[in-house]
């Protein structure tokens, strides 16, 4: 396989090391109720809403801007449903700084200690050494092979709910000082952690009585969309829920799923999958992307439509007898539906479709291109990533409460639109 252009970018983190106090924790936890705060708390249904913007190719990635710091200060982050720890590149001072579009993010004082549960949540299971017991250190590598190393500090963070309501509440983030950039970076300040940890942004909110603890994205397939906290964004009757799986806990995974082409099954089983908004392309294992391009290929041979080897933007390209201009130009070749049906520990099967939309682009050369990708060549193993190309166009909705992943169609071209009342 030709090398050196896949754009390879997966935000999903490998693993996290070193150190953590209880009482500050609850102190800050009290100090976020204050006025505005207990009022929420008694508004059921309210949600943070967030425009995000970016898009598959040719950017690679979403980013999110998020105000942080008093006065509060704009960054632009990448969310990551993949990790759980939000940090900003720091000047604590910098040791290794990667350039991003705004000044470093000058941290508080107000340290995370290193006995606190959001640091313990940080490291593996078990003992982790405690050598200043004052401060926090942490450690997070991606799968890129990108890594960030700092501290956690606690600092404000300006959230607008969608009732009009302003928060402040204190929230802990990493002060990375030392950054290594993986092989796909972005010029971004630092990455917005929405795992399923403790540590994610998400849970501390909910943990504060501030927000329920659900996530959800909607990615539009012409660029842009946003990003949501909270259950008051969508109808929950019109999503298609799933189990998130109790042994794969790291990471939003329905568990294990079976391979579908063109609505039958392939043999193909036990994938397990995980979704991972930190990732441009879908990844599939070695054998299942085998069979993936086998079977398309065998469904276009016949058809005006080449490999265009020279197409460097994506490990598989075609020509057409005219350049695409869109993904719908190309759809005349390609009808296929995928679908990654999971068992859901013996019940009902659930589906998750990929039509062409959903596993191709249109390279800047007019080739139409595989957005699906072999995960076995990045490393990733036995895991099976479904990525931004294949969760355009849809809300895609992670309950941590209800321990529920959850799919809809959705329009994500326009913020949903809500009455202020205050
Ligand atoms: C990130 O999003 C902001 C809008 O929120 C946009 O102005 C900015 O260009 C984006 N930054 C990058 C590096 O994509
Ligand atoms: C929150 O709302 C205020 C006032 O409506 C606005 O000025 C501010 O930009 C909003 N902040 C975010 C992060 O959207
Ligand atoms: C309390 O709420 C106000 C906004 O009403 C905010 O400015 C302040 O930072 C909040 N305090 C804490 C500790 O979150
Ligand atoms: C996927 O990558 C692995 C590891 O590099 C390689 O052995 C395998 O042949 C690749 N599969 C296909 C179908 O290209």
């Not at 000082?177 to 993986?182: A, E, K, L, S, T």
């Not at 969309?225 to 189990?243: A, E, K, N, Q, R």
């Not at 086998?294 to 350049?323: F, I, M």
């Amino acid at each position: 396989m030709r090398k050196g252009q896949v754009n390879v970018f997966i935000l999903l983190l490998f693993f996290t090391l070193s150190s953590a106090s209880d009482q500050r924790w609850r102190k800050a936890m009290m100090s976020a109720y204050n006025g505005s705060s207990s009022m929420m708390m008694n508004r059921v249904g309210s949600s943070i809403l967030f425009p995000i913007h970016g898009n598959v190719y040719p950017t690679g990635y979403y980013n999110v801007t998020i105000n942080i710091g008093h006065p509060p200060k704009p960054y632009f982050l990448d969310l990551d449903t993949g990790s759980d720890l939000t940090w900003l590149q720091c000047n604590a001072p910098c040791v290794h700084c990667i350039e991003a579009p705004h000044p470093l993010y000058q941290p508080t004082n107000d340290l995370v200690a290193c006995k606190d549960p959001l640091c313990a949540a940080l490291h593996p299971p078990g003992d982790y050494k405690c050598e200043s017991p004052d401060q926090c250190d942490y450690e997070v590598e991606y799968a890129d092979g990108g890594s960030s190393l700092g501290v956690l500090v606690r600092d404000v963070f300006s959230l607008n709910y969608t009732n009009g309501i302003r928060l402040s509440p204190r929230l802990a983030l990493g002060c990375g000082y030392d950054q290594i950039p993986g092989t796909s970076n972005h010029p971004l300040d630092g990455i917005l952690g929405l795992g399923r940890g403790k540590s994610s942004i998400v849970s501390q909110l909910q943990s504060q009585g501030l927000v329920r603890n659900v996530v959800g994205h909607c990615l539009s397939g012409i660029g842009g969309g946003f990003l949501f906290f909270g259950d008051g964004v969508y109808d929950s009757s019109h999503v298609t829920w799933t189990p998130m799986s109790q042994e794969f806990t790291r990471y939003y995974s329905p568990g294990s799923a079976e391979f579908h082409f063109g609505g039958k099954a392939t043999g193909i089983k036990n994938l397990i999958v995980i979704f991972d908004s930190g990732s441009s392309y879908t990844y599939l294992n070695s054998q299942a992307y085998q069979a993936v391009t086998v079977l398309l290929k065998k469904e276009l041979s016949g058809r005006s439509l080449k490999e265009a080897p020279e197409d460097q933007t994506l490990p598989l390209c075609w020509k057409g007898r005219k350049p695409f201009r869109s993904v719908r130009d190309a759809k005349k070749y390609f009808k296929t539906v995928l679908s990654l049906a999971f068992t859901n520990s013996g019940r009902r099967k659930t589906q998750f479709e990929l039509h062409p939309e959903a596993y191709l682009i249109i390279s800047n050369k007019g080739n139409v291109c595989l957005g699906i990708l072999n995960g076995t060549q990045v490393g990733l193993q036995n895991l099976n990533v479904i990525g931004d190309i294949s969760m355009q166009d849809r809300m895609v909705i992670y309950d941590n409460e209800k321990q529920v992943i959850g799919w809809s169609p959705a329009n994500c071209d326009n913020l949903p639109r809500f009455r202020s009342y205050m």
